[in-house]
């Protein structure tokens, strides 16, 4: 938070004044003032947002048009004397609104007899019938006036690019409050809408220089989609009732349109009659595609908001992350509107587009000013290192160079491609260092060769070992002593699970800091000491091996020579001779197998990856059933040919040593498992893209303790008293090829119910 605050105070007096005044302008575009300045966009954004959010239409709401067909055969004396045919015919409407051209010069008396039938019908008076004062003059039949179920109003609320945005719920008259038609036709067709009317009622403008009347937003389609029938085919019979069952039936004119067009949308010029308007919004209400702005207070604060994420942006993203950012700060200003429009809120954006513009616009200006003031002060300390190193005759092409409008870019740009070549030649020569190298300057690694970055890459990767920043802490640590010490040290570290010799070397120069104070600089090396020391620990275990379990064997068979050397004088060959010569011949087999185990480890040991080709582990797996076929067989254990899910199996490896490998993991399979069972073996792989090669049994399974033993050298789950079984070094083995192959093994097993062995390889990447 104090960071935040000391970037804010940084900004200068003129910046500040800035974001100031477009923090009050971004709260003026909640005044109505600003909303006659940004009126007709919002008109538009809020057309589009509508046609996303809007529910779907009902289908409770029908209209029946006198359109062209009807008024070339029809007169209006013919329509109202087919008006009680017309009724009859919608029957079976929830209710009736009737818009038809009536008068009192008219014959009325089928209507009014239609009327007395179906007291579920509305009248809707002249929109322009009105006297001095403004209340609604009748112009309607008198007798129909009174058998009407109800006598509505249909005034409604016209906004910008004239469309019509809204509907006047209630008009005051002589008589009392009058409904719109939409309330009154749903009210006598006994339909509740989902949302209060009163709740979304607001104070809004009808008119220019007019005072605010008490209105209902509605989000209307573009287009009418409701069902509309020709009032001629309606009278002859050719619509059934049915389609108008439990429906809101309008009847108006579409043909002449006396009381004209309405348009509904700010993205389509199409126009529609007053009773498919009157259609339109009695949908809306049912369908609940109703809206209200939200409070003058939550505009403000949801302007300043958002108009402050744009500054905030600008401060503190930094490069082209900013543009990014800004782009993205703008998408969400035009997505807050749309989701509060899902919930029946509207937010009008005002002025506030245009304020987080002009907000972006300066601070990018601001940004690409103060880069090209740093360029320029850096271009000229380049001047004076570029003088300090050239002879002075080179040194007046340079100095010579006229400022055009370019000049200072010009003379940048060539000042960096020299800059970069010396780079580049700087860093090649620290690349052809054959170890790891970092350059710490007063205290701190500035700078690593590539071998030390693929270094640091490998061991951030790891799970089970440190990071980089920890990594670099070491390094920066021996740096501090050889400052204490005031002369070059070494140490022997552990990295990334491999012993290094680390060597430090304070250099003769000194280089100035960016706050003016010489710093001292360190060259480390990193020097990989692991396989020289693998290679003497092989030894040593070796020798162990040998004089662990090669002297054992060896004494036996010394000993039964001694002892039968001793009580045995003639040439027969006795029963006990024979005994004696199979106890020989025991030893001396575990002998061979431990000497044959001992190589096999020895060159699993010794493998290296950089003589590592291609294999298919789909053909080692093959050739390892082929090997183990017989002794399975011998037993009575079904050994099934190997299943691939994947058809990629190529890995780098050793062929020869993979495929030994698995044939000890096959081979311990058969002989732990019953006669009867199955060995299959596998080939899957993981979600990172490995390779994994599972043997999987039905033998006796073992513990977890048995488990977490079982890669230990010369460790036997279970053994053989004739010595007829292993020595406990073919797990190690596998273990050891698998883990010079880069890979893993994981082992699930429970006494009684098999085991799985599945050997984790990665995958050979492909260019």
């Not at 273990?735 to 093994?745: A, N, S, Y």
């Amino acid at each position: 938070m104090s960071a935040t605050l000391r970037r804010l105070t940084a900004l200068g007096p003129w910046r500040g004044l800035f974001v100031i005044a477009m923090l009050v302008l971004a709260a003026f575009s909640g005044h109505p003032s600003g909303g006659v300045m940004s009126g007709a966009l919002d008109r538009v954004f809020f057309d589009v947002m509508a046609t996303l959010v809007a529910r779907p239409s009902t289908g409770r709401v029908a209209i029946v048009n006198i359109d062209a067909a009807t008024v070339a055969q029809l007169d209006l004396r013919q329509i109202a004397d087919t008006s009680e045919q017309l009724l009859d015919r919608l029957g079976d409407a929830a209710s009736v609104v009737i818009d038809l051209p009536l008068s009192r010069a008219l014959d009325n008396s089928s209507l009014e007899a239609g009327m007395r039938v179906r007291r579920n019908t509305l009248l809707v008076p002249p929109a322009n019938a009105s006297d001095p004062a403004g209340n609604p003059v009748l112009m309607l039949p008198p007798t129909a006036v009174t058998l009407a179920a109800a006598l509505s109003q249909r005034e409604v609320y016209v906004g910008h690019y004239g469309v019509v945005t809204g509907f006047v719920p209630y008009v005051a008259s002589a008589s009392g409050p009058r409904a719109h038609v939409a309330l009154d036709a749903l009210r006598v067709a006994g339909i509740t809408p989902p949302l209060r009317i009163d709740a979304f009622t607001q104070p809004y403008a009808l008119s220019v220089g007019g005072g605010q009347t008490q209105a209902v937003v509605t989000m209307l389609p573009r287009r009418v989609g409701l069902p509309q029938y020709s009032y001629l085919d309606v009278i002859r019979g050719r619509v059934p009732k049915s389609a108008f069952a439990g429906k809101v039936v309008f009847v108006g004119n579409l043909a002449w349109r006396g009381e004209g067009a309405y348009q509904v949308s700010s993205l389509d010029s199409h126009e529609v009659s007053r009773a498919q308007l009157d259609a339109l919004l009695t949908d809306a209400v049912v369908a609940g595609n109703l809206a209200r702005e939200v409070s003058s207070a939550v505009e403000v604060v949801v302007y300043i908001a958002l108009a402050l994420g744009i500054v905030l942006i600008c401060l503190f993203v930094p490069g082209r992350a900013m543009h990014v950012a800004a782009i993205g700060w703008g998408v969400l200003i035009f997505a807050v509107p749309l989701v509060l429009l899902a919930f029946h809120m509207f937010l009008p954006l005002g002025l506030l587009p245009f304020v987080c513009l002009l907000i972006y616009v300066f601070f990018a200006w601001d940004r690409h000013s103060r880069t090209l003031a740093l360029l320029r002060r850096e271009l000229s300390e380049w001047r004076a290192i570029a003088a300090s190193i050239q002879p002075k005759h080179r040194m007046s092409t340079p100095a010579a160079l006229a400022l055009a409008p370019d000049g200072d870019l010009a003379e940048i740009k060539a000042a960096l491609r020299q800059v970069r070549g010396w780079q580049t030649l700087y860093v090649d020569m620290i690349n052809q260092l054959p170890y790891p190298v970092f350059l710490a300057m007063d205290g701190h690694v500035a700078v690593w060769n590539a071998k030390a970055a693929a270094l640091m890459n490998a061991d951030a990767a790891a799970e089970a070992t440190p990071g980089t920043t920890q990594a670099l802490a070491q390094v920066e640590q021996f740096v501090a002593e050889s400052v204490l010490k005031g002369g070059d040290i070494s140490h022997e570290i552990e990295w990334g699970g491999r012993a290094h010799m680390l060597v430090c070397e304070p250099l003769s120069s000194e280089s100035e800091g960016a706050n003016g104070v010489a710093q001292r600089s360190h060259l480390v090396c990193l020097i990989d000491i692991a396989d020289v020391k693998d290679l003497v620990s092989q030894d040593k275990r070796m020798l162990r091996h040998i004089a662990h379990d090669l002297r054992s064997p060896l004494t036996a068979i010394l000993s039964l020579i001694d002892r039968r050397g001793a009580t045995h004088n003639d040439n027969v060959v006795t029963p006990t001779d024979r005994e004696f010569l199979s106890d020989l011949r025991q030893q001396a087999a575990y002998s061979l197998r431990i000497a044959k185990d001992f190589m096999q480890l020895s060159r699993a040991e010794r493998l290296d990856r950089a003589e590592f080709e291609p294999v298919a582990l789909s053909e080692v797996a093959e050739e390892a059933i082929d090997q183990s076929w017989l002794a399975a067989d011998q037993k009575g254990i079904v050994l099934h040919e190997p299943v691939f899910s994947v058809d990629d199996t190529i890995v780098d490896g050793n062929a020869d040593m993979l495929m030994r490998a698995l044939v000890n993991v096959v081979d311990n399979a058969i002989k732990y498992s019953p006669s009867g069972t199955t060995v299959s073996v596998a080939i899957d792989a993981t979600s990172d893209g490995a390779l994994v090669l599972s043997v999987t049994d039905q033998g006796i399974g073992m513990t977890d303790e048995t488990v977490h033993r079982l890669f230990e050298p010369f460790f036997q789950a279970e053994r053989k008293p004739d010595g007829s079984g292993g020595v406990g070094l073919g797990l190690p083995f596998v273990k050891t090829v698998i883990e010079r192959h880069g890979g893993t093994i994981d082992v699930r097993s429970r006494p009684g119910h098999g085991t799985v062995f599945a050997l984790i390889l990665p995958r050979t990447l492909k260019d």
